[in-house]
């Protein structure tokens, strides 16, 4: 029974979980979900997930949507031996989860913002990039990216010396940031950013999702 | 050297980390933050949280932010008896998992804002409710409690049979939801998601942690 991902390549939630698994070594297929049609909003689609987005997950019985829920299920179930989640002890285990949760709560909406922004927005909607909201976004993920710059300075990765979900999560929005938006200053003018983003997205795992992300504007 | 609780008891943030702590049954110090006069973004309480936010948690040499981190370490470190978290295998910790995400993803974002309008911004800024975005977030909010009805016609709780984090971390907020705005119908007209409230509330622990958030117009 194979691991079933419904989703797509291009996609930033989708390409979260495939890095996971592609870190793990896991056999999968990716099923692909059309969202020009509304396929994500409706059965058989709205079952795996009931707020119709993707991806979702089915391993043999078990149905799982949410990108970041899916990856820690995959880490637990069949990448013990890796970093990406350390859960030997509480105190291990808070500072990754201390970093996952930052992505989520601070770097997640200003960044899924601009991209919105400068790729989805024209290429999707046919729409205009509001510069003014633009702006206000850049000002908040620089300051987000201000403290990363800090925590960075003092260790290797974003929960310690090691790679973990925590950096891992950070990979498709901040490939989209870089490649179909004018702001890859916001991590390349942050010289200890900058080190650990090309620390992360040099991995062999990272490069196979990042060459699936991609659009002709 | 005892845990130690850096925020404010009318905090929806902070109460949420309260409610753990009287479920787990724990000794510890909330230790004040003014945030009238700015003492979050300042040293030394911007040092045990970089984005200058309540709450923060001190247990020994172990320094934390950001609510659902706290609570999820505190469940881990100390209520391995109670079912706030179930760990044991990976389906069952994605099973919870995936309703903590939920809320974070899907419940806070409306929830929060309806509460800002209604709440914090005529109290704290001085400013006027904006109707038109209220009603919008209180809108977004019912789609969501739409999946939670069909979710809770199933089960019990959120992720199970069993109260877990995934309920509880829905407490502070939508403690302000029904006290604090005209939003409270949201929860009461749908049967299966008032019981739970009503199920969720009634207990002990919530109702002390509950007891702090006295804000009001």
């Not at chain 1, 996971?20 to 070594?25: Q, Y």
């Not at chain 1, 049609?37 to 149905?63: M, S, Y």
């Not at chain 2, 990976?90 to 209604?118: C, K, L, M, R, Y």
């Amino acid at each position: 029974m194979v691991l079933k991902l419904y989703g797509s390549p291009v996609s930033t939630c989708t390409g979260r979980v495939v890095a996971v698994i592609e870190e793990i070594g896991l056999e999968y297929e990716l099923v692909p979900v059309d969202l020009t049609t509304g396929e994500h909003k409706r059965p058989p689609h709205i079952e795996r997930n009931p707020f119709g987005q993707i991806p979702a997950l089915a391993d043999g019985d078990l149905v799982l949507f949410e990108s970041r829920v899916i990856t820690r299920y995959l880490v637990r179930k069949y990448g013990k031996g890796s970093h990406l989640l350390k859960e030997h002890t509480p105190e291990e285990a808070a500072a990754v989860d201390q970093w996952i949760e930052v992505e989520v709560q601070h770097f997640n909406s200003p960044i899924s913002v601009l991209v919105y922004q400068h790729l989805f927005l024209p290429v999707f909607y046919g729409g205009k990039t509001d510069e003014k909201v633009v702006a206000a976004e850049v000002e908040k993920l620089g300051k987000v990216l201000d403290v990363y710059e800090a925590k960075l300075s003092k260790t290797k990765f974003l929960a310690g010396d090691y790679y973990s979900l925590a950096d891992l999560h950070h990979l498709t929005y901040g490939h989209y940031l870089l490649t179909t938006t004018p702001h890859a200053s916001l991590f390349h003018s942050r010289p200890h950013v900058k080190a650990w983003w090309e620390a992360i997205a040099s991995r062999p795992a990272s490069k196979k999702v990042t060459a699936a992300l991609s659009f002709t504007s | 050297m005892g845990i130690k609780v850096y925020g404010s008891p009318v905090s929806t943030c902070t109460a949420r980390v309260l409610a753990v702590i009287e479920e787990l049954g724990l000794e510890y110090e909330l230790v004040p933050v003014d945030l009238s006069t700015g003492e979050h973004k300042r040293p030394p309480h911007i040092e045990r949280n970089p984005f200058g936010q309540i709450p923060a948690l001190e247990d020994g040499d172990l320094v934390l932010f950001e609510s659902r981190v706290i609570t999820r370490y505190l469940v881990r470190k100390y209520g391995k008896g109670s079912d706030l978290l179930k760990e044991d295998t990976p389906v069952e910790a994605a099973t919870v998992d995936q309703w903590i995400e939920v809320e974070t993803q899907h419940f806070n974002g409306p929830v929060s804002a309806v509460v800002f309008q209604h709440l914090f911004l005529p109290l704290f800024f001085g400013g006027t409710t904006d109707e038109k975005a209220a009603a919008a977030e209180a809108e977004k909010l019912g789609k969501v409690l739409d999946v939670y009805e069909v979710k809770l016609s199933k089960t019990k709780y959120l992720a199970g049979d069993f109260y877990s984090l995934a309920d509880l971390h829905h407490l502070s907020y939508g403690h302000y939801l029904i006290a604090a705005t005209p939003h409270g119908s949201l929860i009461h007209s749908r049967p299966h998601v008032k019981a739970w409230w009503d199920r969720i509330t009634s207990r002990p622990a919530s109702k002390k942690a509950a007891a702090g958030l006295v804000l009001s117009i």
